[in-house]
């Protein structure tokens, strides 16, 4: 089974960059997809890109489209998801979770990381 460990938030000012990552602690190919969520506070999670471990293909929810970049490093066995011009409304706490199985942004998400919080102030 994969554990999963986030890494990388902070707290930045509007329009800053930061680059988060999650690191898998065993084999991430057993997985067909790692995913990012995040939740901000008082909201419900959301999905914010999906990386297919053995394809080029990566979802991105519409609001995070041009401004962050998710993508798999073979080598350290993680995913990483860049964030450019982040906005205050990008404050959550960012989660990362896999699936063995994905269609689009849905899948079977497990093994779910601890979070790292991103906080943006304007």
């Known amino acids: 089974q994969v554990q999963l460990e986030e890494s990388g938030g902070g707290s930045v000012q509007a329009g800053e960059s930061l680059t988060l990552s999650c690191k898998a602690l065993?084999?991430?190919?057993?997985?067909?997809?790692v995913g990012w969520f995040r939740q901000p506070p008082q909201k419900e999670r959301e999905v914010v890109a999906v990386?297919?471990?053995?394809?080029?293909?990566?979802y991105y929810v519409d609001s995070v489209k041009g401004r962050f970049t998710a993508s798999r490093d073979g080598d350290e066995a993680a995913v990483h998801l860049k964030m450019k011009n982040l906005k205050p409304e990008d404050t959550a706490m960012y989660y990362c979770?896999?699936?063995?199985?994905?269609?689009?942004?849905?899948?079977?998400?497990?093994?779910w990381g601890q979070g790292t919080q991103v906080t943006v102030f304007s």
């Open positions: 065993g084999d991430i190919r057993q997985s067909a997809c």
């Open positions: 990386v297919y471990i053995s394809g080029s293909y990566i």
């Open positions: 979770a896999s699936s063995e199985w994905c269609q689009g942004a849905n899948g079977d998400w497990r093994n």
